[in-house]
Nanobody, 114 residues
């Protein structure tokens, strides 16, 4: 059983930055891969970024070059640094962990608007 708690969402102007955090209830050394997904109103949930235990990163084309995923194995936390935010980045962002099966956090709202 894995519990994931996200934080760091909010309202930001276009071009601004936010950092999301996802704290896991277990050692993330035990988790094969973790990621951030997002779901905009009326759209399906999509992968934004993921990182494996070995540190391999994967980004969707829409966030590549602007978002950076990282993990702190001591704090059992995964981060998503989001720069140059656009209105189309507005969504609920969900943390995901693959530990036998997928686990999800409760989501955190990110709104990019002037």
């Amino acid at each position: 059983q894995v519990q994931l708690v996200e934080s760091g969402g909010g309202l930001v102007q276009p071009g601004g930055s936010l950092t999301l955090s996802c704290a896991a209830s277990i050692s993330i050394f035990s988790i094969d891969a973790m990621g951030w997904y997002r779901q905009a109103p009326g759209k399906e949930r999509e992968l934004a970024a993921s990182i494996t235990l070995g540190g391999r990163r994967n980004y969707s084309d829409s966030v590549k070059g602007r978002f950076t995923i990282s993990r702190n194995n001591v704090k059992n936390t995964v981060y998503l640094q989001m720069n140059s935010l656009k209105p189309e980045d507005t969504a609920v962002y969900y943390c995901n962990a693959m530990f036998g099966r997928p686990y999800w956090g409760q989501g955190t709202q990110v709104t990019v608007s002037s």
